[in-house]
C-alpha cells in the first residue's frame, strides 16, 4: 500500500527550472534509498539522483551541478531542484525507493518534463 506521487512537472524553456515532489504515503525514513529516474521515448531508463537513509545523494554526471535532490521529513516527501534545463532533459521523471525491511521496490507514477522553445 505505499504510494508515491509526483508533481510538478511541465513545459519549460531552455535554462529554466522546475522543482518536482515525490510525495510518499509512509515515513521516508521507512526507505533505504530515494532517488528520481527519467525516460524519454526510444531511451533507456537512467537514475537522476538519489539520497540515501542518513542523508548522502548521488548525482548522474548529466546533470550534476544543475539539480539538486533534497528531502522534507515532516512532509514525507523528497524533491528535486532542477536549474539550467536542456532539450536532453526532456523525459518522463519517476520517484523510486526501497524499504529498508522487505527491500521491495516503489514506483511512482511518473510525471512528464519538457524542455522546449
Known amino acids: 500500500q505505499v504510494q508515491l506521487v509526483e508533481s510538478g512537472g511541465g513545459l519549460v524553456q531552455p535554462g529554466g527550472s522546475l522543482r518536482l515532489s515525490c510525495a510518499a504515503s509512509v515515513n521516508i525514513f521507512s526507505f533505504y534509498v530515494m532517488g528520481w529516474y527519467r525516460q524519454a521515448p526510444g531511451k533507456q531508463r537512467e537514475l537522476v539522483a538519489s539520497?540515501?537513509?542518513?542523508?548522502?545523494?548521488h548525482y548522474s554526471d548529466s546533470v550534476k551541478g544543475r539539480f539538486t535532490i533534497s528531502r522534507d521529513i515532516v512532509k514525507n516527501t523528497v524533491y528535486l531542484q532542477m536549474y539550467s534545463l536542456e532539450p536532453g532533459d526532456t523525459a518522463v521523471y519517476y520517484c523510486?525507493?526501497?524499504?529498508?525491511?522487505?527491500?521491495?521496490?516503489?514506483w511512482g507514477q511518473g510525471t512528464q518534463v519538457t524542455v522546449s522553445s
Open positions: 539520497i540515501a537513509s542518513g542523508g548522502s545523494t
Open positions: 523510486s525507493a526501497k524499504d529498508t525491511v522487505v527491500l521491495r521496490d516503489y
